[in-house]
């Protein structure tokens, strides 16, 4: 998953990830290396959040724009 090279590039702490997800900065820790896998409402809020379709997201595509 890209979520750590899209929140590096967007400049914030997993910290203020978890805070504007609602969700536990250990979550997005292990997200990050992999631990363990997000369920598809997190995929899907996550995705919303940095504007990138679920396929970028989960590396099935180099392409960030969401269809529509």
Same mark, same amino acid.
């Given at each position: 998953?890209? %979520?750590?090279? *899209?929140?590096? /590039?967007?400049?914030?702490? /997993? *910290?203020? %990830? &978890?805070?504007? %997800?609602?969700?536990? /900065? ?10 363990? /896998? &997000? ?14 379709? *679920?396929?970028? %997201? *989960? ?10």
């Amino acid at each position: 998953m890209r %979520l750590k090279q *899209l929140r590096k /590039q967007k400049g914030i702490s /997993q *910290l203020k %990830l &978890a805070i504007d %997800l609602c969700i536990s /900065q250990n979550s997005i820790s292990r997200y990050e290396t992999g631990e363990r /896998q &997000a369920d598809y409402a997190t995929l899907i809020r996550i995705a919303d959040y940095f504007n990138v379709s *679920l396929d970028y %997201l *989960l590396e099935r595509s180099d392409n960030p724009k969401m269809n529509k």
